[in-house]
């Protein structure tokens, strides 16, 4: 069974832009869940998709945004970029029982200048 | 609220010693518990979960932990690391009913030969 992908794995972005980053769940898995990792943070939920609805949200800025298709695939875009913003955003999938057992993506290495 | 305290940010240990790492939560509600790994430039990988039954929970890599409800603790901990055991851990809680998960900051395992 395939993995967790996330595309692409490296971005770089200057301050003002948006980006919109893609996740592909394990096949069978409703569930899924966005993080961003940062040295100086660690891992910060951001949130929390099922079945093409928004079930969690962490404590971010409205320019995090997320959404979900019908085939579970997500995005998440960042609007209007801050150097804050770089970090490594981790897509983790589940099947979305109260579990909750996941499993993470590579990640996508945003940097923004 | 739930919340993750992991006691030591690093660990350096010499190569076949045994080592420990500490996890603290604190929750109001029934938890499950995780351990997850993460290597240099990849994704969380789940080493052992938590969910009921015995508080001795065996994983992957000769991982074991042990959940503590009275101490309200879920340490990590390997008889004998290899170099291969470098990386950072991390330890999670989550809940049934849509809690979403809640990670550490980390212990970085650092093996020395």
């Known amino acids: 069974k395939a993995g967790v992908t996330q595309t692409p794995r490296y971005l770089i972005k200057t301050r003002g832009q948006q980006v919109t980053l893609s996740c592909s769940p394990i096949s069978g898995h409703r569930s899924v869940s966005w993080y961003q990792q940062t040295p100086g943070q660690g891992l910060q939920f951001l949130f929390e998709y099922f079945s093409e609805t928004q079930r969690n949200k962490g404590n971010f800025p409205g320019r995090f945004s997320g959404r979900q298709f019908s085939n579970s695939r997500s995005e998440m875009n960042v609007s209007t970029l801050e150097l804050g913003d770089s970090a490594l955003y981790l897509c983790?999938?589940?099947?979305?029982?109260?579990?909750?057992?996941?499993?993470f993506g590579p990640g996508t290495r945003l940097t923004v200048t | 609220a739930q919340s993750v305290t992991q006691l030591d940010s690093q660990v350096p240990v010499f190569e076949e010693a045994p080592v420990e790492l500490r996890c603290n939560y604190s929750s109001s509600v029934s938890v499950y518990l995780f351990w997850y790994v993460q290597y240099p430039n990849q994704g969380l990988q789940l080493l052992l979960k938590?969910?009921?039954?015995?508080?001795l929970v065996k994983g992957i890599n000769g991982f074991e932990a042990e959940f503590n409800k009275s101490q309200t603790s879920f340490h990590l901990r390997k008889p004998s690391v290899h170099i291969s055991d470098t990386a950072e851990y991390f330890c999670a809680v989550s809940g049934p009913g849509g809690f979403k998960t809640i990670f550490g900051a980390g212990t970085r395992l650092f093996v020395k030969a």
């Open positions: 938590y969910l009921s039954g015995s508080t």
């Open positions: 983790a999938s589940s099947l979305g029982d109260s579990f909750y057992e996941q499993y």
